[in-house]
């Protein structure tokens, strides 16, 4: 089992809440490995969670898909396959620029250049901590755009593209000892929405996209050869 990630309680958050913020991070994060399969008896013993905590949160994290019942076996964490990591890439592309153009005018300047310096993990911390930081500070910044946009279901599916990339990075980077680094795009799209220009926002964020893209799947695909266990479930998806 992996060991415990570094969310804290949240006052106010019930057990069975705390539980799946917990569960669902580690998942997030690789923590809790594609395609392993656990057993609610360890996963309590790993969190300190009752049986009514672990199972509210394996119910929740089930309804999301990131983890699938198997009959006397326990639960299995989603793997990560080709098909997902082109279809994740293949959505952003498409609606990132989308909600660039549509926040011109309506994005918080100050609030993107604080996450954009958050990107920049410099502090000496292990990998696994690194990714982690980066990854919410990129997923914000693009969410704060998205959000901007003022469109809902936007937002709402971005969130949960962002959800999947996270893991697409933690396995493809953490696997390969590396930590993903961006270059000038995000200051380049923060110029643009000085600027009001809609249509290099566009271009821009489209650009990122795409040599975010090139970048991290090469680091999947030599992740997943790499793993012989994560090998045979490309064919279970596919067969």
């Not at 949240?10 to 991070?25: C, E, K, L, M, S």
């Not at 994290?61 to 396959?81: C, D, M, N, Q, W």
Request: with cysteine.
């Amino acid at each position: 089992m992996p060991p415990e990630s570094s969310l804290p309680v949240v006052p106010g958050t019930n057990q069975g809440d705390w539980a799946y913020q917990r569960i669902r991070r580690d998942i997030l994060s690789c923590r809790l490995l594609p395609g392993a399969i656990v057993t609610e008896p360890e996963l309590m013993a790993t969190y300190g969670i009752g049986k009514s905590s672990c199972r509210i949160a394996l119910t929740r994290l089930s309804h999301e898909h990131f983890v699938a019942s198997r009959p006397r076996k326990g639960y299995r964490i989603a793997p990560i396959t080709v098909k997902d990591v082109e279809e994740v890439f293949t959505l952003r592309v498409q609606l990132e620029p989308l909600a660039a153009r549509l926040a011109v005018g309506r994005v918080d300047i100050a609030r993107l250049r604080e996450l954009e310096a958050a990107c920049r993990v410099r502090h000496p911390v292990p990998l696994p901590d690194q990714i982690d930081l980066f990854m919410d500070a990129n997923n914000a910044f693009h969410l704060e755009i998205a959000r901007a946009s003022g469109n809902e279901r936007l937002l709402r599916t971005l969130t949960g593209l962002l959800d999947e990339m996270s893991r697409l990075v933690a396995l493809g980077f953490n696997v390969q000892g590396t930590k993903p680094e961006i270059k000038h795009d995000h200051n380049a799209m923060i110029a643009a929405f000085e600027e009001g220009d809609g249509k290099r926002a566009e271009l821009i964020a489209r650009r990122h996209i795409e040599t975010f893209q090139s970048m991290t799947l090469e680091k999947v695909y030599a992740s997943l050869s790499e793993a012989g266990a994560s090998l045979p479930l490309l064919a279970e998806r596919f067969g």
